[in-house]
């Protein structure tokens, strides 16, 4: 029956229910959810709204998917049901370069839009580390950040108006000019629960007319940590201040040649971006605040190719974890940065009495860390462990003021540990919102929300 | 502790107050005005019957300024002069730009949504907001977001109650991510006459050093600079260091002389204020005798819309000021006359084809004996039933602010 009406409404081509197909999209980059009922590829609008109004009528779950590069099992089916993949809807509809912003679809790749961009001298700021492959859409659902949002800010300050369907297969704009309340605020990171994203506009930025970029290394973590601090203390906000660990700089050199420092305890790669006297003046400032902290290297990229080889292997840094172990489990935590010593120390100590090999590589200008666990899949004692030392990481954020995800998402994996940071009557406010856009909990189920709370369950 | 100024009104000094106050009300079916630094109340009709106000002046602390962080907590109730004031002891400041800053509140400010000419270079103001705690109709208190400047865990709630007109909740205190306070300021004043003016917005749209503000004026002269009142302006605002305000300043100089602008003033000392005067002249009234619209739209079609607007109002042989942000694309109206029984006599047919030519546009000042008989929001959203709903589920008895917000929410 929904097999078959899907087929009626969108399409074969648009419809996968083949066992090996469906098995593609019960997983995402976090775990493995339930095979789905069905997997559609809209090519509209239109057959979103046409699907929904299906899926709702057979009482299918409805999962809207982006590429499925979440780290926490935001898109996996958790009760089956209907994913949506917006793989046929990639397109960039409409620039409008007067007005710097771009109507996408949401499964436009995110490089993809500033690459189109480009000519006319704009790009999109949100650049998730899995930008090559991820969407918009998925971005929008997770409210992505990534290493230029220390000073772009996150997907949420770059999405103008949206165009959702609703769970009733209703379609409905939100615009940050209409009068009214910041739907479009609401909708920006909430994992697909409660609308379904079908087209954006967003917000493009000028090129920089400069952008230069420089690597200190130090020979401690903490000073590492401190000069953080002190450039932000400078009044400089870079446009990215990322920072990589000793466990991380081996591997990531090997595999990317980028000329890092295999011998450092600790490497900052700073980014500034703007105009050419101003970018001395904070060169110079940066340089400064850095040898205070008694940085051993200072680096400043000479050309484009050394920049982008720096930047490679910063972004391609997790897949050099493989030089250390067959797999790698990413937590997300912030903390505020004056605590990032705190944090690693924390990091450490959930990880070193089990045997865990612990790499750092992260946004340290926003006071962000990913921890990257090493362990090995086959081995059951490893896993446990090594989800034990992400519980004590969480905690640990949470002591220190922080909190439990700062760009993947909570999804299906944190939603139990969002209790750690809201009270009973923060949750059940939230789930106000979620009443009123999906009563009856088809979209996206078992997703932030800790299991089992509606409203009155929280209580 | 509640310090009752007059009849049915509560100034709530603590928490408690606020949340005391409100529960009392929703439970016995009172209606309550919430009231901030009141300077925007010339936004939304008067609530068809307000029990108690409710003003949140006396929550006025700043409760940490993590200066090292860059972030800060403060009650919903500072004056926003105060707020930035407190921040700049320590060289920051957040970039909420609401007219009469000295006295309102960042609670109100924010509340009201109102979205601020240094949005395209700064962000807008809810996007410095990275935290808060309100409390609901029935004194719940709520938080969400937390202390620091990334945070995806929960939805985004102070996204939601920005911008809501104290209809959902109101604000106890607000978290923020603050900034750098930039090194210099200036003002760039040049005439504009409107025949320069189309050739002369292109030109500031593609300036190489965005200014952190750019307006085209014409009139509002005794409120920004005391001016003769009909002169055509350019005011543009740059931000930042000495250096980058040099080359802005020959850029900005050249851009306008391509345009035929031949003289432009420089500002340095007073910068500050003069931004402030243009951003206090958006709501500034002529008493009794004039309205002004807001309408939103895109950068590109500004003057288009400040335009039509203006001579809609002048068909009706209306006086006109108008102010459109260059860079935003906000556009500002007033629309008076010389005294308040012409005022009355012209404004009804003059706000009917103003809402047929742009049903967007909403009131944002003039009295309230003036506005009264015109529904001041405009054309309703698209989304408007989800904003009922909403409206519905967070404030069932409708206690907070009835019928002030946008389809009478």
Redesign the interface.
Known sequence: MLQQRLVEALGADAVKTAPEDLAVYAFDAYSQGVMPAAVVLPGSTREVAAAVKIANDCGEPIIPRGAGTGLCGGAIPARGGVVFSFARMNRVLEV?V??R?ARVQPGLINLDLSKHVAQAGLFYAPDPSSQKVSTIGGNIG??A?GPH?LSY??T??HVLELEIV?ENGDV???????????????L???EGTLAIVTSAWVRLL?QP?TVRVWLAAFDDVNAASAAV?GI??A???PTALEMMDQVMLPPIEAAFHAGYPTDAAAVLLIESA??E??MN?HESEIRRVVKEHNATTWRAAKTEAERDALWAGRKGALGATGRIAPNYYIQDI?????KLPQALQAVADACEPQGIIAGNVF?AG???LHPLLMYDRGDTKQVAAVIEAGNQILEAAVDL??????????GYE?RDT?RR???T??????S??R???DPRRRLNPEK?FPAGVGCAEVQ | MIASTAPGRVVAKSIETLRETLGRCDREGLKVLIEGGKTLAGMGPAMPRADVSLATTGLDKMLAHEFADLTCSAQSGMRVAQFNAALAKHGQFVPIDVPLRKKATIGGSLAAGWPGPRRHFYGRARDFVIGSQVCLADGTLANSGGMVVKNVSGYNMEKLYIGSFGTLAVFTHLNFKTLPIPKKRRALIAPLPEATRPRAVAQIASLAVTPAAAFCVEGFGKNIDGSDDIDGRVLLYFEGSEELLERATLDARSALGKAGVPETTIVDTGASESFDRTLDACIANKRGRSITYRLFGTPGTAEERAVRLRDAANRHELFTDVLFDVMNGDVFMRASERDARRFAEKIGACHAELRELEPRCAIVAGDTAARASFEPWGAVPPAIEKMRALKARFDPHGTLNPGRFIGGI
Do not use: Q, W
């Open positions: 409008d007067r007005n912003r997770t409210n950040g949002c800010g996150t949420v300050n609703d409905i704009t939100t615009s940050l000019d209409d009068i009214g309340y910041d739907l479009t605020g609401v920006v990171g909430s000028r007319e601090t932000i203390g009044g400089i906000i703007g105009f006297d101003e003046l912030v903390v505020p940065r004056t946004h926003d006071g962000n003021g922080g909190t439990i995800s700062g760009e993947h998402g909570i944190k969002l940071i809201f009270s009557d923060d949750l059940a406010t939230m106000r919102v009443e009123v856009f932030i």
